[in-house]
């Protein structure tokens, strides 16, 4: 049976989420992951502060810098959101750029799309 809805009762997280990752291997690795809720306006804001920061790129141009850079920036946005994961190691932004570089380039955009969907579309459970 459904549990009659409360108003005034806000989660602080969404229902935690296994997020897929694939490996520079071929194979697939799953984090799970519990992301800070936010409604459908407070993330819109929130990709309007993203959208809105300052890559910090100077000068000659580096794809070494840019990707460091992009690194860096993906780990502070990641760190804000996330409010807890399932590795066995603490959440830092340190762990995060880690995941990046030792997971490859696609684990980061898979958890952001995975707070994306979570913050547009919802999750079952909350």
Do not use: H
């Amino acid at each position: 049976m459904a549990n009659k809805i409360k108003l005034g009762n806000r989660p602080k997280a969404f229902k935690e989420i296994e997020v897929s990752i694939t490996l520079p291997d071929g194979e697939i690795g799953i984090i799970p992951v519990t992301y800070k809720y936010m409604d459908r306006k407070e993330f819109g804001r929130w990709q309007d502060d993203v959208l809105a920061s300052d890559s910090g790129m100077s000068g000659d141009f580096s794809w070494e810098k840019y990707y460091e850079k992009s690194a860096e920036k993906s780990a502070d946005v990641l760190f804000g959101v996330i409010d807890s994961w399932g590795l066995d190691v603490p959440l830092t932004k340190e762990a995060i750029m880690e995941v990046e570089s030792e997971c490859g380039a696609g684990a980061i955009p898979a958890l952001l799309k995975a707070f994306g969907d979570a913050c547009r579309e919802g999750r079952l459970g909350n």
